[in-house]
């Protein structure tokens, strides 16, 4: 892939530890404080195009924009949605997907290049690149620098963790042992190690997902017989391990006993001394540790609570109009509310209200990743502008809505047990419905692609663009002789 350029070089220094070894998590402040300051990239200034006239194509972007993607699809989080976006883009402007050979790239196993359909770095040929990385997957940095150039947009999105308790609890109820065994989710909350079991099958569900989900180490858990502490059991041990820039494949490990200078910490600015006596695997220095290699990795991470003030800054980063970002929620559950903020508990029953917080306090690690998260993003957003941020959603959720009058029937999302065309009918899984679309007869030929592109659903669309980059290549029967009379 050749030299790394600088902006880059941090991106390599993945934390691949699940916390076992102490001086795993010093080496993250080490690799932060030497490169952490100049390596902090901007992003580009405001570069929203103009209002677009009403149309379902999208207008020329008015700077280039920014096609070569990594985007984190986290559990739960409102990821589909986002994945939607990504493959009508891609599709519409011929990109090439780095694609699972089946759905997954081996999850809840860490990534891995040779799951990519496609990639043979070894091959001696010229290997096609590719654009957009997105499907589910346990974040591995090292594996996907082998996959997508170092200076591709990284983002994700994170959600409350109360409310992706919610939901995980009823989609993976049948999936996590610790959920499975649980009457209720409150029943769960109440006393979750009633149920949950360090690395049992499916219990990544149960605690920390996001976290998870993004790769991180894991502190020992806790255990009450004799006081001892057991690391949880993982699918994937880790090692961690960092590029020097410009090196080839092979990793080299830093150094577990290697100097910690003077750090700030993101909580106070207040610059303190770690050391590998002092640093506790409890306190709250080894999230800081987690937030900041994030930060030095991703260009953007969403908020699913205010997905769309999230889908105008993406547009604004990646210099995409508005019409590239609006589109239709995609595996969303029936009679869940879309757009609720669970920062404040207003409106909540004290019931509810006890349960979002024990939600909180047990998803401790997922906790301080969404109010880390949440913070960054209302920084852009005032650094964007909120007026201006106002208007862009306005006109976002108004195309939105003007795209779903024009391409759906009745306008709105539609029960599964309606939709009778097996292109546009979500995967259904767990104990909730998942909601799809019906399009709407008559449409124009233009339209009508465009409206089959914004209805259908991930693991359709996936399989869409499968068939496109490696289309069934069709045998034909040999010709046989006929035989020579005698």
Not at 8 to 14: A, I, K, Q, Y
Request: glycine share 6%; aromatic share 10%.
């Amino acid at each position: 892939m050749g030299p790394l350029s600088p902006a880059r070089t941090l991106r390599l220094w993945g934390p691949r530890s699940l916390g076992v070894a102490l001086g795993v998590f010093m080496t993250i402040g080490f690799a932060l404080q030497l490169l952490g300051g100049p390596f902090q990239r901007r992003l580009p200034g405001p570069q929203l195009r103009q209002p677009l006239a009403p149309s379902l194509r999208p207008a020329l972007p008015s700077c280039p924009p920014r096609q070569r993607l990594v985007f984190l699809k986290t559990h739960k989080s409102g990821s589909s949605s986002v994945l939607s976006l990504l493959h009508r883009y891609g599709d519409r402007h011929g990109l090439r997907f780095a694609l699972p050979a089946r759905y997954q790239f081996g999850y809840p196993r860490l990534f891995q290049a040779s799951r990519v359909k496609g990639y043979r770095p070894q091959t001696g040929g010229t290997q096609l690149p590719f654009h957009i990385l997105c499907h589910h997957m346990r974040f591995n940095l090292k594996e996907v620098l082998q996959v997508m150039p170092s200076d591709s947009f990284f983002f994700s999105i994170v959600r409350d963790p109360a409310a992706l308790a919610r939901s995980a609890f009823s989609y993976y109820k049948s999936t996590s042992s610790a959920f499975r065994k649980s009457p209720s989710l409150a029943a769960f909350l109440a006393n979750p190690r009633a149920f949950y079991r360090p690395g049992a099958r499916g219990d990544h569900y149960a605690r920390n997902l996001l976290w998870f989900d993004f790769g991180l180490p894991f502190p020992p858990e806790k255990r009450a017989k004799r006081g001892n502490l057991h690391p949880p059991r993982d699918p994937d041990p880790l090692q961690l391990q960092v590029f020097p820039s410009g090196a080839g494949p092979r990793a080299q490990t830093l150094n577990p006993n290697a100097l910690i200078h003077p750090v700030s910490t993101v909580a106070d600015h207040r610059s303190q001394i770690s050391s590998p006596a002092s640093f506790d695997l409890g306190s709250s220095s080894f999230i800081q540790w987690g937030l900041a290699w994030l930060d030095s990795v991703f260009d953007l991470v969403m908020v699913a609570e205010y997905f769309d003030e999230s889908l105008v800054l993406l547009a604004d980063a990646l210099c995409w109009g508005l019409d590239d970002v609006v589109g239709f929620m995609h595996n969303a559950q029936a009679g869940r509310k879309q757009d609720l903020s669970t920062f404040s508990n207003t409106g909540l029953t004290a019931e509810d209200q006890q349960l979002t917080a024990r939600a909180r306090a047990w998803n401790n690690l997922d906790w301080a990743l969404y109010v880390h998260f949440n913070r960054s993003l209302w920084a852009r957003i005032e650094k964007y502008g909120q007026h201006r941020l106002q208007t862009a959603v306005a006109e976002l959720r108004a195309r939105r809505e003007a795209l779903a009058k024009h391409c759906l029937a009745g306008g709105e999302a539609s029960d599964p047990k309606y939709i009778t065309d097996r292109r546009f009918r979500p995967f259904q899984f767990g104990s909730a419905k998942v909601l799809g679309y019906i399009l709407r007869s008559g449409l124009s030929p233009q339209d009508q692609e465009e409206c089959e592109r914004l209805a259908t659903p991930e693991l359709q669309y996936k399989d869409k663009l499968d068939a496109k980059q490696f289309p069934p290549t069709v045998s034909l029967p040999l010709k046989t002789s006929r035989p020579l009379s005698p």
